[in-house]
Each structure stands twice: as structure tokens, then as C-alpha cells.
């Protein structure tokens, strides 16, 4: 009795086991089906970690958008609050073209998450209308159209659109560059449904540009707009005519902090405040610093009599460190006192990146006088990234540090020392090219087409390590892009006006 007892325990135990897994497995099933038939969640920045573009040089008009723009559709709604997207329209008017960037932002959390960026661009710039302001203006119908085809119809009227100029514009002068701006926003105004944003349409300031791509870079990294504060990236731009730096110094006491002064930049930003040194140094872009390095060139040879001062109706054939052996420029006007030559500049016999070095070093004025110590160059104020910046930060560089490096093989993560190589490399010529560059696709034809690089280079290394004193050993990255969103001052310009303070809602017309 009991035998057969402990054999029924046995088969009821295993028949509730099998009803056990039959339950499962239909559970399992069902729970699958709701998953393949629940509604796709847009993605967000924030959701994968941010990389770096793997795409060779900048990115170019249309870059990760159609021409055909951006299906108009009702706004996403979160699942988190159930609030629509909200979206900016942002102008970039730059000296040689303008571009749209259009942002989608998911508005339920602080700071907003970045949900996905739109853009496009197209040349001539606003300064290439110098006497035109209406054609000045009408000029960025192409881009306020695409626009307009990616923002949902039921959002334009509270989608605050700006442009920001810079310093190409400002070169024309305050009365033509405020003709042309006026003229923008009176476009905008009459013919657009975007809201436009008090100030929206000007020039912007160095100081601005920097801050707000430290903004971006450092929200796309994640490194701003989290819970507990973290350690921010130092980010250094290279325009044409500027360049900018701005990092949150470290000091070892309270008594020891900042100097006061127009460097120093006060942000609160996802409710942590940041103290920012940020500078612009104008003229020390590096279209500037060729014109400098070109002048030194010309200036030495009318010294030495190898040039007639005010010869200018002939063009003369200069040998420039700066370039390698058989590389030679197309006529180039070099302005020197008040008079304007027309000069070819042609590498040495044997290369030369050691004399080019010092004249890029030369150009920073790091001798001039210091006001206020510590000073990285021409006598501008700034806290040592050696002392007073966390060693394993994040140092981004961008721009022009960016296009003469990442299409010739350099690395998004490199030492100093191996810019100082890739320099030494470009310098020695086309011999070398072919065997260290021909690996990489199209290198050898940017080297061919443009004869600059060795100069580039040169100076970019003279700004890192002599003008903003870095070591060589230091670490630094370059993109264009960060979790596939472009990097520069757009998208920090951008997130402040998700707040109403400075537009208001265009009553729509029924």
C-alpha cells in the first residue's frame, strides 16, 4: 500500500510538471506576440553609446538626409509623460555657406533628450551678398523649405527658428551686416510659419560659439545633464579666421580659483553650475595663420632684397619651408604695408618641417606681455591644462584639426607626438607619401590637390603644444560626429530655446 501510494505521489508530481511547462510555454508565446506588435519607440541619443564617425572628412550638405526632407507627420508622443517632441530650426550662416540643422527632442526629462537632427546646406554665404540684402535672405529659402518639409505642419508655429552668423558676416561691416539681417528676419517674419527668436538673427560671439560647442559635445558625450556631476571634455575649435578653447578648470583650494574676467563663463545646465574659462582668439584660425606665415615669408625677402619693395607688377617665386620639395602654390596675394604682391611659394630642395615649426611657433607671439599670469599665447590669460585639468579628461578637437587628419590616416584618438610624426611625414613629400599614405584611400590625391598641408599641420601642432602648452604624451580625440550627431555650436545653441523665454507661438492662420 504504501509502494503504490509513493508511485501515485510520483505520477501526480510528474503530471503537475508537464501542466507546468505546457503553462509556460504558452506564456511565453503569448508574451511574444504583444512584443512583435507593440508600436516602434523612436530612438533616442542616450540609448547607445556615443562613437565616433567612421565617415572620411566633414560632413558634406545632405549628409544623413534626403533632399527630399522629412515626411510631415503628426509629433511622436513619449511613453514617459506624453508630451510631443518638440523641434528647433537652427541656421548656421557661416562665411562660405549656410546650413540648416533641424532638431527633434524628447522634452520629458532635464535636460531633453536628443531624438534625432536633420540637415542641409548650401553655398553661397549670407557675406556673399554684401549689397543685396534681400537676395541676402531669400537666399536661405532652400533651407528654411527643407525645414519646413521635416517639422511636423502642427509643430511649426512652436518651433522657434534662429540664425547665427558668424564672423564672416561681421567683416562686411555694421551697416551692410545689419541690412542683411534685418532683411533675414523680415523674411522670416513674413513668410515663414517659425516662430523667430527675440535676437535670434545676428552675429554671434566668439565667446558664444565656444560655449555652446562645449555644450554640445559634452551633452552628446553624457558627460552634462546627468544626476551626479561629471568630469567635462575640454573642447578646442579651428575655424578659418579663429579659434576657440573652453574647459572647466580644477583648482586645489577654494583660495586659489579663477581670475575674473571675460574668459571666465558662468553655466547652469541640468541643475549643476558650471565655471567655464572660454577665449577666443581671433586671427588664429588657420586660414590666418597662413596669411601670417606667408607675410613672414615676404617681409624676410624684401629684407634681403630678393624682393623690390613695392614690386607688385610682377609675380615672384619664393621657397617656403612650409611646403615639401616640388610642391608649389598657384599665385597667391600676400598684402604687405600697403601694397599687394602676387607670390608663388615653392618647397625647398630638401624638406624642411623644423624651420616651417618655427615660423608657426613664431606666429603665436607666446613672448608677448602677460597681464594677468598664467598666459598660453598672445598674451591671453588661461588656466594651465597641465595643473588645473583633470589629466584623464577628454580633450575633442575639431574642425580644421579634424579635416587635415582624419583623410589622411590619423587616428580619432592619438597622442600629440603622433601629429608631430604625421607632420614630419607630409613635409618630406611626394616620395614618402606614396609609401606611407598609399594604403589610405585617396590620401596621396588630398595631398596632391591641396599643397597647404604641411603648413597646416605645422601650425596645428604650434597651437596644441607651444600656444596652449600641452605635453606631447597627452592624449586627445577629433570627430565630426558623436553618436551620429554632428559636433560644433549648433546643438548647444539650440537646447536653450526648448524653453519659451525668448518666442512666443505664431498664431496659425485657418
Not at 19 to 26: F, H
Not at 73 to 100: F, W
Not at 164 to 191: F, N, Y
Not at 426 to 438: E, N
Amino acid at each position: 500500500m504504501t509502494t503504490n501510494l509513493r508511485g501515485v505521489f510520483r505520477n501526480y508530481r510528474f503530471l503537475i510538471a508537464a501542466l507546468t511547462a505546457v503553462m509556460l510555454i504558452l506564456l511565453l508565446h503569448s508574451s511574444s506576440n504583444r512584443l512583435s506588435a507593440a508600436p516602434a519607440v523612436p530612438p533616442i541619443a542616450g540609448d547607445k553609446p556615443a562613437k565616433l564617425a567612421s565617415s572620411k572628412g566633414k560632413p558634406v550638405a545632405g549628409d544623413g538626409a534626403s533632399n527630399s526632407g522629412h515626411d510631415s507627420k503628426p509629433a511622436l508622443k513619449t511613453p514617459k509623460c506624453g508630451k510631443d517632441h518638440k523641434y528647433v530650426v537652427m541656421i548656421d550662416a557661416g562665411s562660405t555657406g549656410s546650413r540648416v540643422h533641424v532638431y527633434e527632442f524628447d522634452v520629458c526629462t532635464e535636460p531633453p533628450i536628443l531624438v534625432g537632427e536633420k540637415f542641409k546646406m548650401r553655398n553661397p554665404g549670407l557675406s556673399s551678398f554684401n549689397d543685396d540684402p534681400v537676395g541676402a535672405a531669400k537666399s536661405l529659402d532652400e533651407l528654411l523649405d527643407y525645414a519646413t518639409s521635416v517639422v511636423p505642419k502642427d509643430k511649426r508655429n512652436c518651433s522657434p527658428v534662429a540664425v547665427k552668423a558668424t564672423a564672416g558676416l561681421r567683416k562686411l561691416g555694421d551697416e551692410k551686416s545689419s541690412r542683411i539681417l534685418e532683411a533675414v528676419r523680415k523674411h522670416l517674419e513674413q513668410d515663414y510659419e517659425f516662430p523667430v527668436v527675440d535676437e535670434g538673427v545676428s552675429i554671434m560671439s566668439g565667446a558664444d560659439e565656444g560655449v555652446y560647442a562645449w555644450i554640445t559635445t559634452n551633452y552628446l558625450l553624457g558627460n552634462i545633464g546627468t544626476a551626479e556631476k561629471q568630469q567635462t571634455a575640454a573642447v578646442f575649435d579651428l575655424g578659418g579666421g579663429s579659434t576657440q578653447i573652453v574647459f572647466e578648470p580644477e583648482f586645489p583650494s577654494k583660495d586659489i580659483q579663477m581670475e575674473e574676467g571675460d574668459h571666465k563663463y558662468n553655466l547652469n545646465f541640468g541643475g549643476h553650475q558650471y565655471t567655464l574659462y572660454q577665449f577666443s582668439h581671433p586671427e588664429f584660425g588657420q586660414m590666418e595663420a597662413r596669411r601670417k606665415v606667408n607675410e613672414h615669408i615676404l617681409k624676410t625677402a624684401i629684407s634681403s632684397g630678393t624682393v623690390k619693395a613695392g614690386e607688385t607688377a610682377k609675380t615672384h617665386t619664393l621657397v617656403s619651408p612650409c611646403f615639401p620639395p616640388d610642391v608649389k602654390t598657384k599665385p597667391e596675394t600676400v598684402v604687405f604695408g600697403e601694397n599687394k604682391y602676387t607670390v608663388i611659394f615653392e618647397g625647398p630642395i630638401e624638406p624642411a618641417p623644423a624651420e616651417c615649426r618655427f615660423l608657426t611657433d613664431d606666429i603665436l607671439r607666446k613672448s608677448a606681455t602677460c597681464t594677468v599670469p598664467p598666459c598660453s599665447f598672445n598674451g591671453a590669460y588661461q588656466p594651465s591644462l597641465i595643473r588645473n585639468f583633470n589629466r584623464h579628461g577628454d580633450l575633442y578637437v575639431f574642425s580644421y584639426f579634424y579635416d587635415r587628419t582624419h583623410p589622411i590616416g590619423l587616428p580619432p584618438s592619438f597622442e600629440l607626438r603622433d601629429l608631430l610624426e604625421l607632420t614630419r611625414l607630409v613635409c618630406m613629400g611626394k616620395p614618402v607619401w606614396k609609401s606611407v599614405f598609399s594604403a589610405i584611400e585617396d590620401a596621396e590625391a588630398q595631398l596632391e590637390k591641396e599643397p597647404h598641408w604641411c603648413m597646416d599641420l605645422n601650425y596645428q601642432v604650434s597651437l596644441l603644444n607651444t600656444g596652449y602648452d600641452i605635453p606631447f604624451y597627452r592624449d586627445f580625440k577629433t570627430a565630426a560626429k558623436i553618436a551620429e550627431n554632428e559636433l560644433g555650436w549648433c546643438l548647444g545653441a539650440s537646447l536653450p530655446l526648448l524653453t519659451s523665454d525668448t518666442w512666443k507661438c505664431k498664431i496659425s492662420e485657418q
